[in-house]
């Protein structure tokens, strides 16, 4: 699939827009009817801030990361993400995400916005390798960029699209949700197992042993001498 620009073909993002407003009806929703964050999402969301794996973020870690994303992002920001706190842990994240109560944003749509920087609806080849290079992923080639790029082309017009982001991050919730479903499964099974195999046990143990020997009456004591 041959790769093509699309510099020249700007067009606005319709698919999460009506108007100057967010078309929210694929947002989902917590029960405060703020946007829904999972613990795994939380989890992993943690995982890629706390970069050197010491159960803390710290403002050097949200600055690294983020710095990917976004080059020119005031410093005001950043002590806002950070609650101004020096720094997080996955229980302060959880309490400031869990139950929030924002409303009028899509997550989604904001987070395809770093990929296409130019509005054209589409994710732009150049930053997608840019960003892949920052985070560390070494070079990418353009037969590397060519895969990412078809992974995340769901229609197959060979570009992502917002709705192919959408749909591929849905794909990954699936497969999470699915193999926590295996996992679950395979712990059940095993757990049946291990009980049937108790069960045998002490079946073979009661069965091998037989009746116990009927035990003669004990002797009385001797009276003790005076």
Known sequence: MALSSTKDKKRPLQ???????????????????????????????????????????????????LGVFYKNMPAKDYRFLMNNKPELTLQDLRELLLDNEVTNF??????????????????????????????GF?????????????????????????????????????????????DLEREQQEAEREALREAQKAQAGEGGEGPAEPTEPAEPAEPAEE
């Open 15 to 65: 698919s999460h827009r009506k108007g100057d407003k967010y078309d929210l009806s694929s947002v989902p929703k917590n029960e405060k009817g703020g946007v829904l964050v999972t613990d795994d999402e939380l989890a992993a969301a943690f995982e890629f801030f706390d970069m050197d794996g010491s159960g803390k973020i710290t403002m050097t870690n949200l600055r690294k990361r």
């Open 106 to 135: 899509d997550p989604v749509a904001e987070a395809f916005k770093v990929y296409d920087p130019e509005g054209t609806g589409f994710v732009d080849h150049k930053v997608l390798r840019d960003m892949f290079q920052n985070l």
């Open 138 to 182: 070494g070079e990418v080639t353009d037969e590397d960029l060519q895969i990412l790029v078809e992974t995340g082309d769901v229609d197959q017009d060979g570009k992502i699209s917002l709705s192919d982001f959408r749909n591929m991050l849905d794909f990954n919730r699936a497969q999470v949700a699915a193999q926590e479903a295996a």
